[in-house]
C-alpha cells in the first residue's frame, strides 16, 4: 500500500500561483508514477499532469501545458504541482495518486492504484 496526503490548496486570483504538495509513504519503492488529477463540481475527474520516479519523465494534459509543472523529490517522495497564470477554469480539488506499472505516454494518463484525499483549490476571476 502506498499512502498520500496533499497540502497547499487555497483560493488564488486569476493570474496568479498556487503550489501543491503530495507525500508518499508506505510501499513507495514499488510505485513507477505518480499523477496529479482534479474534479470540479459536477464534472468527472481529469487527469492534470504526471511524472515518473526513475527517469523524471513528464506529461501534461493540453489545458494546463506552459502553465502547471510537475515535479519530483525521490529522497523525500514528494512530488509538487506548481500552477502558474492560473485561470478559473482550473478551480478543482486536486488529487494525488500512485501507479505501480510501467507507463509512458498516455499511458500515463490513467490507471492509478493509490489516490489521496485531495485538496481544495479556488481560483477567483
Known amino acids: 500500500q502506498v499512502q498520500l496526503v496533499e497540502s497547499g490548496g487555497g483560493l488564488a486570483q486569476a493570474g496568479g500561483s498556487l503550489r501543491l504538495s503530495c507525500a508518499a509513504s508506505g510501499r513507495t519503492f514499488s510505485s513507477y508514477a505518480m499523477a496529479w488529477f482534479r474534479q470540479a463540481p459536477g464534472k468527472e475527474r481529469e487527469f492534470v499532469a504526471a511524472?515518473?520516479?526513475?527517469?523524471?519523465?513528464?506529461y501534461y494534459a493540453d489545458s494546463v501545458k506552459g502553465r502547471l509543472t510537475i515535479s519530483r523529490d525521490n529522497a523525500k517522495k514528494t512530488v509538487d504541482l506548481q500552477m502558474n497564470s492560473l485561470k478559473p477554469e482550473d478551480a478543482a480539488v486536486y488529487y494525488c495518486a500512485a501507479r505501480d506499472r510501467y507507463c509512458v505516454g498516455s499511458g500515463c494518463y490513467g490507471g492509478y492504484d493509490y489516490w489521496g484525499q485531495g485538496t481544495q483549490v479556488t481560483v477567483s476571476s
Open positions: 511524472i515518473t520516479w526513475r527517469g523524471g519523465n513528464t
